[in-house]
């Protein structure tokens, strides 16, 4: 490495001294040819490229400032499951985060149930097999029961653009809000 | 020069200046030649670039520096170039202490700066609870060119304290657990005081102002009138202080720690004015204890340490914490008969955990617990449920819950008194 840096700085200075030296009036015999002159031009292009792409290869590095005059944030409760839904969607940490996903709203069920619902815990575990804690078949799904769910609502859910694992989770969530309140499926269905 | 580094901001002009003259020859076009001989008077002067010694003083000054809560303080930053040489290209951002936000102006400043000169920026933050202290304020000095950068810091040290009157807004209800002294919280044990208990056997040495005359009358007998006795409580205000606890449900709100130490300062001043003896501790990695006692030297050790003490800082703690080892320490502290209140956002089953087992040690516990739920995404509504559930398991364990949303505390302790039955 060194030794080439070397060579081609010997090179570099015989150059400029050859090329002072035309330029006071000393004929070295080289004569400002095409040739000459395209050879000259090749060499700077190429090496002018060369400089241009390690400038692409090099990213400016100008201080950055952090924001002193924003407050101090803090996260929302519930942001750490927005991130499962968002990694749950993303191609490598797809599996475990969907499980994680659905294990959480599986659970948050079983206590909605138990605890606004007034069911036991066994009944809870049951109806959520059957799906009968809701009336929402696309939310009974998501978590783990076998109800079919209706053509129409399939082409609605496919139409509606959104990602199919987000609006079911929201469907899932609306779902547990419900459980216990006026507008609850009265018992289990089916 | 100081230690400037580069910015690497020209590079890869040497290759557009060797593309030019290539270009020029090729073509025998002068104009192109030209145009990379000023190429190369750039690359000279950007080789040679170089920022003089920066010598800076920086000044700050506060309209006023112990202000009360919602205030706006005007903070004015004069910055002076002690150096002798004149700095270009001049950048200063002022470090704002982070629970304090900007509200009106600018923390930052960009200019040229002659010899002895100097500069001000002007911006308006607002005050909230605690000490705040102005971190570094970081200075980037250029060459003009922007080819050589420095970055450096300046410390002036300016401290804001924001410390809130205890006011007692609120009249927190206290649960049956009582010390042996005289108070407000009425008990089971019969003895003197307002209520009626019973009416007892007379006894030797019983006080005559309390014997049944009445019943003296009717059937010659003599009793005693007994009353429920009010006792004074011992009461630790424990305010959860964890990472988990600071969330907030958006930017602008305030953290549940800041209004579970909003709560917990309430709460003292009551419980302080209806004779009780209150304590404060923090659950958390910063560790503070106050213990209970009462007085006006108390209060005012109360009133220093919930606007400074780091624990109840509105800002995240950073250090380590080991939640079983914090609670032991707590629980050696707590006396046998002391109550504890708890504030706390319960954003986490931990929270729950602390407040079953401080009750199943026999510590009548009331949770006073900031609502910091928001609705915006699915996560959120989520842990709004989850917050939900865990109130109520907190109710059926027997632990009295005040669930305080927007309104002011008074409210919420109101609406959670009247669904308590004694």
Same mark, same amino acid.
């Given at each position: 490495?060194?030794?080439?840096?070397?060579?081609?700085?010997?090179?570099?200075?015989?150059?400029?001294?050859?090329?002072?030296?035309?330029?006071?009036?000393?004929?070295?015999?080289?004569?400002?040819?095409?040739?000459?002159?395209?050879?000259?031009?090749?060499?700077?292009?190429?090496?002018?490229?060369?400089?241009?792409?390690?400038?692409?290869?090099?990213?400016?590095?100008?201080?950055?400032?952090?924001?002193?005059?924003?407050?101090?944030?803090?996260? $929302?409760?519930?942001?750490?499951?927005?991130?499962?839904?968002?990694?749950?969607?993303?191609?490598?940490?797809?599996?475990?985060?969907?499980?994680?996903?659905?294990?959480?709203?599986?659970?948050?069920?079983?206590?909605?149930?138990?605890?606004?619902?007034?069911?036991?815990?066994?009944?809870?575990?049951?109806?959520?097999?059957?799906?009968?804690? $809701?009336?929402?078949?696309?939310?009974?799904?998501?978590?783990?029961?076998?109800?079919?769910?209706?053509?129409?609502?399939?082409?609605?859910?496919?139409?509606?653009?959104?990602?199919?694992?987000?609006?079911?989770?929201?469907?899932?969530?609306?779902?547990?809000?419900?459980?216990? $309140?006026?507008?609850?499926?009265?018992?289990?269905?089916? | 020069?100081?230690?400037?580094?580069?910015?690497?901001?020209?590079?890869?002009?040497?290759?557009?200046?060797?593309?030019?003259?290539?270009?020029?020859?090729?073509?025998?076009?002068?104009?192109?030649?030209?145009?990379?001989?000023?190429?190369?008077?750039?690359?000279?002067?950007?080789?040679?670039?170089?920022?003089?010694?920066?010598?800076?003083?920086?000044?700050?000054?506060?309209?006023?520096?112990?202000?009360?809560?919602?205030?706006?303080?005007?903070?004015?930053?004069?910055?002076?170039?002690?150096?002798?040489?004149?700095?270009?290209?001049?950048?200063?951002?002022?470090?704002?202490?982070?629970?304090?936000?900007?509200?009106?102006?600018?923390?930052?400043?960009?200019?040229?700066?002659?010899?002895?000169?100097?500069?001000?920026?002007?911006?308006?933050?607002?005050?909230?609870?605690?000490?705040?202290?102005?971190?570094?304020?970081?200075?980037?000095?250029?060459?003009?060119?922007?080819?050589?950068?420095?970055?450096?810091?300046?410390?002036?040290?300016?401290?804001?304290?924001?410390?809130?009157?205890?006011?007692?807004?609120?009249?927190?209800?206290?649960?049956?657990?009582?010390?042996?002294?005289?108070?407000?919280?009425?008990?089971?044990?019969?003895?003197?005081?307002?209520?009626?208990?019973?009416?007892?056997?007379?006894?030797?040495?019983?006080?005559?102002?309390?014997?049944?005359?009445?019943?003296?009358?009717?059937?010659?007998?003599?009793?005693?009138?007994?009353?429920?006795?009010?006792?004074?409580?011992?009461?630790?205000?424990?305010?959860?202080?964890?990472?988990?606890?600071?969330?907030?449900?958006?930017?602008?709100?305030?953290?549940?720690?800041?209004?579970?130490?909003?709560?917990?300062?309430?709460?003292?001043?009551?419980?302080?004015?209806?004779?009780?003896?209150?304590?404060?501790?923090?659950?958390?990695?910063?560790?503070?204890?106050?213990?209970?006692?009462?007085?006006?030297?108390?209060?005012?050790?109360?009133?220093?340490?919930?606007?400074?003490?780091?624990?109840?800082?509105?800002?995240?703690?950073?250090?380590?914490?080991?939640?079983?080892?914090?609670?032991?320490?707590?629980?050696?502290?707590?006396?046998?008969?002391?109550?504890?209140?708890?504030?706390?956002?319960?954003?986490?089953?931990?929270?729950?955990?602390?407040?079953?087992?401080?009750?199943?040690?026999?510590?009548?516990?009331?949770?006073?617990?900031?609502?910091?739920?928001?609705?915006?995404?699915?996560?959120?509504?989520?842990?709004?449920?989850?917050?939900?559930?865990?109130?109520?398991?907190?109710?059926?364990?027997?632990?009295?819950?005040?669930?305080?949303?927007?309104?002011?505390?008074?409210?919420?302790?109101?609406?959670?008194?009247?669904?308590?039955?004694?």
């Amino acid at each position: 490495m060194t030794l080439t840096r070397r060579l081609f700085l010997l090179v570099g200075v015989v150059a400029t001294v050859a090329g002072f030296a035309v330029v006071a009036g000393v004929s070295l015999g080289l004569e400002l040819t095409d040739v000459f002159l395209g050879l000259v031009a090749v060499l700077a292009a190429i090496q002018g490229l060369r400089y241009v792409q390690r400038r692409r290869d090099t990213t400016p590095n100008p201080t950055v400032t952090g924001d002193p005059e924003a407050r101090v944030t803090v996260p $929302t409760p519930g942001s750490d499951f927005d991130d499962d839904l968002v990694s749950a969607a993303g191609r490598r940490t797809r599996w475990a985060a969907r499980e994680r996903v659905v294990d959480r709203l599986k659970a948050r069920a079983k206590a909605a149930l138990v605890a606004r619902g007034g069911r036991a815990p066994e009944e809870a575990a049951a109806l959520l097999d059957t799906g009968g804690w $809701t009336d929402d078949p696309v939310a009974a799904r998501f978590l783990g029961a076998s109800v079919s769910i209706p053509l129409r609502q399939r082409v609605r859910l496919f139409l509606s653009g959104q990602s199919s694992l987000t609006d079911r989770v929201e469907r899932t969530v609306t779902a547990i809000e419900r459980v216990g $309140t006026a507008d609850a499926p009265a018992g289990e269905r089916r | 020069m100081s230690g400037g580094f580069d910015t690497e901001r020209w590079t890869g002009l040497d290759g557009l200046v060797l593309v030019a003259a290539a270009a020029g020859v090729f073509t025998r076009e002068p104009s192109l030649l030209l145009a990379a001989g000023l190429g190369v008077v750039v690359l000279a002067y950007v080789r040679v670039a170089s920022i003089p010694e920066v010598s800076l003083r920086i000044e700050r000054d506060l309209s006023d520096a112990t202000p009360d809560p919602d205030d706006e303080v005007e903070v004015t930053l004069h910055v002076t170039n002690e150096g002798s040489r004149t700095l270009f290209d001049l950048r200063v951002v002022d470090g704002v202490p982070p629970a304090l936000g900007v509200d009106d102006g600018s923390a930052r400043l960009g200019t040229a700066l002659r010899p002895g000169a100097t500069a001000t920026a002007t911006y308006t933050v607002t005050a909230v609870r605690g000490e705040h202290a102005w971190e570094e304020t970081v200075v980037v000095v250029r060459d003009p060119s922007g080819a050589v950068e420095s970055r450096e810091t300046v410390d002036a040290e300016t401290t804001l304290r924001c410390e809130p009157e205890l006011a007692a807004t609120a009249d927190l209800p206290l649960r049956g657990l009582t010390s042996k002294y005289a108070g407000r919280v009425e008990t089971d044990v019969p003895g003197s005081g307002l209520e009626f208990a019973s009416i007892r056997e007379y006894r030797h040495g019983d006080p005559i102002r309390r014997i049944d005359w009445n019943r003296r009358a009717r059937t010659g007998e003599l009793a005693t009138v007994e009353f429920r006795e009010e006792r004074a409580a011992a009461v630790v205000l424990v305010v959860d202080t964890r990472v988990e606890a600071h969330v907030a449900p958006d930017d602008e709100t305030e953290t549940a720690v800041e209004r579970s130490v909003d709560a917990a300062s309430v709460a003292f001043s009551a419980l302080l004015d209806s004779g009780d003896s209150v304590g404060v501790a923090a659950f958390g990695p910063d560790e503070c204890w106050l213990a209970p006692s009462s007085g006006v030297d108390h209060r005012a050790r109360a009133r220093r340490l919930f606007a400074t003490h780091p624990a109840f800082a509105p800002t995240p703690p950073d250090g380590a914490f080991f939640a079983s080892v914090a609670l032991r320490r707590l629980r050696r502290r707590l006396a046998s008969d002391a109550q504890v209140v708890f504030c706390s956002p319960l954003v986490d089953d931990y929270a729950v955990s602390v407040a079953r087992r401080l009750e199943a040690y026999g510590h009548a516990v009331t949770v006073v617990s900031p609502d910091p739920t928001a609705t915006a995404t699915v996560g959120a509504r989520l842990a709004r449920i989850e917050r939900d559930l865990r109130l109520r398991e907190l109710r059926r364990s027997g632990i009295r819950v005040v669930d305080w949303g927007d309104e002011p505390l008074g409210v919420a302790l109101a609406r959670a008194e009247a669904g308590w039955s004694r």
